[in-house]
C-alpha cells in the first residue's frame, strides 16, 4: 500500500538480538502525546469492528500478532491498508472513519491514542461522518 495523505505509516526502531524489541516514544514517533492506550485481541473473526471516525481523536494503531485488514476513509477517498508487522503502525488521523476486518483468532491490535475515552468524540453514523466531513472542507 503507497502512502498518501489518508494513508500514513509509522515505521518503529526494532531491536534484534537474542529477541526483537520494538519501541516508540513521542515525538519522534508518534506525533501526538500519548494520552491512553488500548488493545483488541479474542476478536470474534465473524465481526469486523470500528466502523466509526473521531471528532478530535488521533490514533496510531499496531498489529502485535497476526494480521488485519484495516479500511480508511476521509470522506473523499478510501483505502485498504493491510497490516501484519508489530514495527509498522497507522496513523488514524482525528475525521477518518476506520473500519477493522478479517480479525484471526490470534490478531492483537495495540492502539496509541492522543485523547482520553469519550463517547461523544464518536461519529458512528456514516451519512453523518460526510456531512461533518464536507462542512470541516
Ligand atoms: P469501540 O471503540 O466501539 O470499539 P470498536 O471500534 O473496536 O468496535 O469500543 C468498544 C467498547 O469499549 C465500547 O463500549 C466503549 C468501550 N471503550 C472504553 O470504555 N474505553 C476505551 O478507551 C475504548 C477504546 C472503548
Not at 514517533?29 to 476478536?43: G, K, L, Q, V
Not at 497490516?83 to 482525528?94: N, R, V, Y
Request: proline fraction near 6%.
Amino acid at each position: 500500500m503507497r502512502e498518501n495523505e489518508l494513508v500514513r505509516f509509522i515505521y518503529l526502531p526494532k531491536i534484534t538480538d537474542d529477541g526483537s524489541l520494538v519501541f516508540a516514544q513521542t515525538p519522534d514517533h508518534i506525533p501526538f502525546p500519548i494520552n491512553r492506550i488500548y488493545s483488541i485481541f479474542d476478536a470474534d473473526p465473524k465481526f469486523p469492528r470500528g466502523f466509526h471516525a473521531h471528532k478530535k481523536t488521533q490514533q496510531v494503531l499496531f498489529c502485535l500478532n497476526s494480521d488485519i485488514k484495516i479500511i480508511v476513509d476521509d470522506g473523499k477517498k478510501r483505502a485498504t491498508v493491510f497490516l501484519d508487522k508489530p514495527e509498522h503502525g497507522l496513523f488514524l488521523d482525528k475525521m477518518v472513519w476506520h473500519e477493522m476486518h478479517d480479525f484471526k483468532k490470534k490478531t492483537i491490535l495495540l492502539v496509541l491514542a492522543s485523547n482520553l475515552y469519550d463517547p461523544d468524540d464518536y461519529i458512528r453514523d456514516y451519512k453523518e461522518f460526510l456531512g461533518l466531513s464536507k462542512a470541516s472542507g
